[in-house]
């Protein structure tokens, strides 16, 4: 059997970040928890990347189910962003578009966000206003009104928002937010609130005007009321699961059968993982992720005081 692994978070430094991922360098934007490219942080496979363990191991990592759906390719990339300012306001294409616009062998970007915090009056943007018209919302893209049509969402702590392809977005100053995706990093900026355009932040007009869609929309799906020791999915489609757990005194029985690895993410307070075999106790803080592969098989996730957490997987 294959033990958990603990990853090295990848840390991005992009202007609109804050204080709160890695405090003393500032602005942190992103920490890029599980990640292709990310270390193993000890163990058997230290200073393994993810990419390379994956295909060392295959379907004792990834999972049956897994490999069969995505092949050899860890699928997901699950991070953390801190907003203390706007995000560009962006759009992502599908699978069929990236491969169309970029090249075989790009992956489209279907994502959720789960609120890990949000001061009072966060916002941010999930789709175009109602009625609003193909050539209207082109029209829009192309001279830079955009914000004129964006729909703008209030949120708070605990929702989940999914977001398909086609969907206008733009994450807001103040949250606090764990994002599960596909493992891909196509991102087309339509706008980024009059900020200088630079080789590494470009807008992407024509494409963003390829992939766009008037009808994509979003409702925000509300903090799940679990009690202790239980788990709800608030996010389930082809390409990922996402779960939430609440514990305190109650552990959680857990079990990858072999299809799927699960990433245990623990949003607040401290949880030990218990696996077969040695080691066989994991301890995670806040903010902290274990990867669990596929051939772990039963294990239990035990609270250290009251806790709560995110699973992510890919799962029919």
């Given at each position: 059997?294959?033990?958990?692994?603990?990853?090295?978070?990848?840390?991005?430094?992009?202007?609109w970040?804050?204080?709160?991922?890695?405090?003393?360098?500032?602005?942190?934007?992103?920490?890029?928890?599980?990640?292709?490219?990310d270390?193993?942080?000890?163990?058997?496979?230290?200073?393994?990347?993810?990419?390379?363990?994956?295909?060392?191991?295959?379907?004792?990592?990834?999972?049956?189910?897994?490999?069969?759906?995505?092949?050899?390719?860890?699928?997901?990339?699950?991070?953390?962003?801190?907003?203390a300012?706007?995000?560009?306001?962006?759009?992502?294409?599908?699978?069929?578009?990236?491969?169309?616009?970029?090249?075989?062998?790009?992956?489209?970007?279907?994502?959720?966000?789960?609120?890990l915090?949000?001061?009072?009056?966060?916002q941010?943007?999930?789709?175009?206003?109602?009625g609003?018209?193909?050539?209207?919302?082109?029209?829009?893209?192309?001279?830079?009104t955009?914000?004129?049509?964006?729909?703008?969402?209030?949120?708070?702590?605990?929702e989940?928002?999914?977001?398909?392809?086609?969907?206008?977005?733009a994450?807001?100053?103040?949250?606090?937010?764990?994002?599960?995706?596909?493992?891909?990093?196509?991102?087309?900026?339509?706008?980024?609130w009059?900020?200088?355009?630079?080789?590494?932040?470009?807008?992407?007009?024509?494409k963003?005007?390829?992939v766009?869609?008037?009808?994509?929309?979003?409702?925000?799906?509300?903090?799940?009321?679990?009690?202790?020791?239980?788990?709800?999915?608030?996010?389930?489609?082809?390409?990922?699961?996402?779960?939430?757990?609440?514990?305190?005194?109650?552990?959680?029985?857990?079990?990858?059968a072999?299809?799927?690895?699960?990433?245990?993410?623990?949003?607040?307070?401290?949880?030990q993982?218990?696996?077969?075999?040695?080691p066989?106790?994991?301890?995670?803080?806040?903010?902290?992720?274990?990867?669990?592969?596929?051939?772990c098989?039963?294990?239990?996730?035990?609270?250290?005081?009251?806790?709560?957490?995110?699973?992510?997987?890919?799962?029919?």
């Amino acid at each position: 059997m294959t033990q958990p692994i603990q990853l090295i978070p990848e840390y991005r430094d992009y202007v609109w970040g804050g204080d709160k991922l890695r405090p003393g360098f500032i602005p942190t934007a992103e920490a890029w928890a599980v990640y292709e490219n990310d270390r193993v942080a000890a163990g058997p496979w230290v200073g393994f990347s993810l990419a390379e363990l994956t295909a060392k191991l295959g379907d004792k990592l990834l999972g049956k189910y897994v490999q069969t759906q995505t092949g050899g390719r860890f699928p997901l990339l699950i991070k953390l962003l801190d907003c203390a300012q706007w995000l560009s306001v962006q759009v992502h294409p599908n699978d069929e578009q990236a491969a169309r616009l970029e090249g075989l062998g790009f992956f489209g970007k279907t994502e959720a966000w789960h609120v890990l915090g949000a001061e009072a009056g966060a916002q941010l943007i999930a789709g175009v206003k109602a009625g609003v018209s193909s050539e209207a919302l082109a029209a829009s893209i192309s001279d830079g009104t955009i914000l004129s049509l964006s729909q703008y969402v209030n949120v708070n702590k605990g929702e989940t928002i999914f977001i398909r392809p086609g969907t206008i977005h733009a994450l807001g100053p103040g949250l606090l937010i764990y994002e599960v995706q596909q493992s891909s990093d196509l991102t087309y900026r339509v706008y980024d609130w009059g900020r200088p355009q630079t080789e590494k932040r470009k807008l992407h007009i024509e494409k963003s005007l390829a992939v766009s869609d008037a009808s994509a929309t979003v409702q925000p799906v509300a903090d799940p009321a679990l009690k202790d020791g239980e788990r709800k999915v608030v996010a389930h489609n082809s390409y990922f699961k996402l779960e939430v757990m609440v514990a305190e005194k109650r552990a959680i029985e857990l079990n990858t059968a072999g299809q799927s690895f699960h990433a245990i993410t623990v949003t607040e307070g401290q949880a030990q993982i218990l696996v077969s075999g040695e080691p066989g106790v994991w301890k995670l803080g806040q903010y902290e992720t274990l990867l669990i592969p596929a051939d772990c098989g039963k294990y239990s996730f035990e609270p250290m005081g009251a806790c709560r957490a995110l699973k992510s997987s890919v799962e029919p």
